[in-house]
């Protein structure tokens, strides 16, 4: 399968779905540092990784090609920043 890069960014989405099918998460890139509040990589409902409410700029975070049924990116309703996200279809 090919590796998908999705961008979302954090400030105006209320929640982003990057895939409704199985996938295979593979990373996380912050392009622009995330601040003021946590958020979250949830399967479906089930929050799987809470990320800090300050990411800075530039990191990296493998995530070894953790299985998702249903990947999400929800942000809080003050959270800001951009992500990319590095994900594959199972």
Known sequence: MAVQVTTVDLATDAGTEITAQP????GLHMTTASATAAWMVKDGTSTRITM???VAVNTN???Y???FNNLKIIPSATTTGVVVVFWENV
């Open 61 to 63: 975070i493998n995530c």
């Open 65 to 67: 090609g953790a299985f």
């Open 23 to 26: 996938a295979k998460l593979l």
């Open 52 to 54: 800090p409410a300050v």
